[in-house]
């Protein structure tokens, strides 16, 4: 069963736990204008509470993943119009990491500034051979200042600088040598790809891989000691859940485990 839920510039549709968000505004590249924006995090914000929903991928029509902004709402604004834009690009890319449900981006031709912002922000992303990425807003005076957080954070410093400096193309295969991406596929195998991961994540208990990406963020930027203290507590309190409990039984016992959550 596919469940549906209307929107105007995107598409939501859920089957056997995972669910599958679209942008879907092809004529403007997928652009993140704010309206779309707001789409994706009332989206989001609604999978949150879903706890069918195990995974969810994030996908485009046509050729572009996402350009990025709407240019065309960035001519002659006033601070406050464009700190909403940006205020609202940033609490999407912080919800995208905050639900439960692992993120992956399934991008099959180009994401460029905001929307390599997004593929960069997401927890897994597979992209086809055919994918380029780029922030280009060197070129045109507006720098790619808010998709640096998330690249920076993908890739590394002197590989971000690079792109961010140049505002060249870089393709799918130095995506995933940079970390950008997790692996690249045939155009053809894309779609199947993204869903055999996605099918994979979904199958072990939903809170334990909320509660693990919730863990993985918190510690990501502390140093060792602190991250290990951290990670130690954790790991303790999860040893006590329904789920882990009848994880560790189900192996000891050599039989299937029966998910509560």
């Known amino acids: 069963m596919v469940a549906a839920t209307p929107y105007r ?9 995972i669910a599958a968000v679209t942008l879907n505004r092809p004529e403007k590249r997928n652009a993140l204008s704010l309206e779309v924006m707001r789409e994706l995090i009332a989206a989001f914000e609604a999978l949150r509470a879903d706890r069918a929903v195990k995974v969810v991928t994030l996908r485009g029509v046509g050729p572009v993943f996402s350009a990025g902004h709407d240019l065309g709402e960035m001519l ?7 700190r909403t834009v940006f205020d609202t690009c940033v609490q999407l890319m912080e919800l995208l990491q905050t639900i439960p449900q692992p993120v992956i981006a399934e991008i099959a031709g180009i994401a460029t500034a905001a929307g390599c912002q997004l593929v960069a922000t997401c927890d897994l992303a597979i992209a086809s051979s055919e994918a380029k990425f780029a922030t280009p807003g060197v070129k045109i005076g507006l720098f790619c200042t808010t998709p640096m957080v998330a690249l920076t954070r993908a890739i590394g410093r002197k590989r971000a600088m ?23 596929v045939a155009p053809a195998d894309l779609e199947t790809a993204t869903h055999a991961l996605a099918t994979r994540i979904a199958s072990a208990a939903r809170f334990v891989v909320g509660l693990g990406k919730a863990a993985f963020y918190a510690q990501i930027d502390l140093d060792q000691p602190k991250a290990y203290a951290y990670a130690k507590e954790v790991m303790s309190m999860n040893a006590l859940a329904d789920d882990a409990q009848e994880g560790m039984g189900a192996f000891v016992s050599k039989r299937p485990a029966e998910w509560r959550s």
């Not at 510039?9 to 736990?17: D, P, R, S």
């Not at 002659?76 to 464009?82: L, Q, T």
């Not at 690079?162 to 690249?184: C, F, H, K, P, S």
Request: hydrophobic share 45%; aromatic share 8%.
């Open 76 to 82: 002659a604004r006033s601070v406050e119009e464009y």
């Open 9 to 17: 510039f995107i598409q939501v549709e859920t089957a056997g736990g």
């Open 162 to 184: 690079e792109m961010l400096l140049t505002g060249e193309m870089i393709d799918a295969r130095t995506a995933a040598d940079w970390g950008l991406v997790n692996r690249v």
